[in-house]
């Protein structure tokens, strides 16, 4: 039976998409009760997941001996491994995907981190991993850096569907947008099908609490402890203002006349980092219509058992959302400097993941090819 909660979320127009992924979800059906108990409807992946589901090597083990049997090495074998997971798991929310015409069923999978300063480089990876994982309803997430917003237009012109992530700011996701439209237009005069095109622009939440937060603490004046565990939520109401803004322009409408879709946006980042905090403070504050959260399943358990939905809370909170920016400026936050470390961090830490996920495996490897 579904859950109340988790339905709720999904009737104000949410689409729940797991922040999680490793075989052994894949291999005990665990996905599939989620789509079915929790009305889970897409997965998202990224570096730190893998790495995370490598770690526990058994579910990996008999495939790490085949490829180090047949020589792999370590780059090679992270690629094998993930893309059969991620396209496993294409396979399991195929269902989904064929039930909603393609907007949701989706699995995303991020191009190589070490490639977010280099365009051409994450071109060619979004490239050979959709090739790869060969399923319609994947996605490629490549990150919203300065360097990845022409690749996101150049592979959207090859009619690939794309996950953007990382982004941190308004001013960065009006650009994304822009990318985005730039991508459907290419992808139309190549002759692609705009309806078979999907995208989604991740805009990171919590992350930005954890950083104001901390500015607001070491200000340490009444006022700006007030604003703390405002910032984030604020921060994407404004983002869906923005959303609503680009996708209601004539530019929009014509490509929406093809059949194309809007780029969804889709709250990342939706574990709370305070425990002081409300526990699903970001999904039930940033419900709204033609959304997705991504949530890690420390939040989702959380949502379904004592998350509160109460309908749209975004749409009215405009006004608010811009007051806590302003004031947030008035203490002395600088929220440009904010967005750019976050960004800075969010792209090392990725890499710093991706290196582990490499030793890791490396390490298996090595222990196989020594038997």
């Known amino acids: 039976m579904t859950n ?16 999680d992924l490793n075989r052994t979800m894949l291999e005990q059906d665990e996905l599939a009760k989620l789509v079915e108990e929790k009305n ?15 770690s526990d090597g058994a579910a990996y ?27 496993n798991a294409c396979d399991q929310l195929m269902s989904v995907y064929d039930s909603t015409d393609g907007k949701d069923g989706r699995v995303s999978i991020e191009v190589d981190p070490r490639l977010a300063k280099d365009t051409d480089g994450t071109i060619e990876s979004a490239k050979k991993l959709w090739k790869s994982v060969d399923r319609p309803n994947a996605m490629i997430k490549i990150p919203a850096t300065q360097a990845g917003l022409p690749a996101i237009t150049a592979v959207l012109a090859e009619g690939i569907s794309v996950n953007v992530t990382l982004i941190f700011s308004l001013d960065r996701y009006r650009a994304v947008m822009n990318a985005y439209l730039e991508g459907l237009e290419q992808a139309d005069k190549n002759g692609h099908d705009l309806s078979k095109i999907r995208s989604v622009a991740s805009f990171f939440v919590s992350r930005v609490d954890s950083e104001i937060d901390k500015r607001l603490d070491e200000i340490g004046t009444d006022e ?54 409300k526990d699903t403070m970001y999904v039930v504050d940033l419900a709204v219509a033609d959304t997705v959260n991504t949530m890690p399943p420390k939040t989702l358990d959380a949502l379904a058992d004592h998350g509160e939905v109460a309908g749209d809370q975004v749409t009215g909170g405009y006004d608010g959302a811009r007051e806590v920016l302003a004031q947030l400026d008035a203490v002395g936050v600088d929220y440009n400097d904010v967005v750019k470390v976050l960004e800075d961090e969010g792209v090392s830490k990725f890499e710093g993941s991706w290196g582990e996920l490499l030793d890791s495996v490396k390490g298996e490897l090595d222990k196989a090819a020594a038997k």
């Open 4 to 19: 109340s909660n988790t339905e709720a979320l999904s009737e104000v127009g949410v689409s729940i998409w797991l922040d």
């Open 40 to 54: 889970v409807v897409g997965v998202t992946t990224n570096p730190t997941i893998f790495a995370t589901a490598l």
């Open 61 to 87: 083990d008999e495939q790490v001996k085949l490829l180090a049997a047949d020589g792999a090495d370590v780059d090679e074998a992270v690629f094998l491994i993930t893309t059969d997971d991620v396209r």
């Open 224 to 277: 700006a402890k007030a604003l703390k565990g405002k910032a984030g939520v604020a921060n994407a109401r404004l983002a869906y203002q923005a959303f609503e803004e680009v996708f209601s322009t004539p530019r929009w409408q014509s490509l929406a006349d093809d059949g194309a879709h809007v780029q969804r946006p889709l709250w990342a980042s939706t574990g709370v980092k305070n425990p002081e905090y």
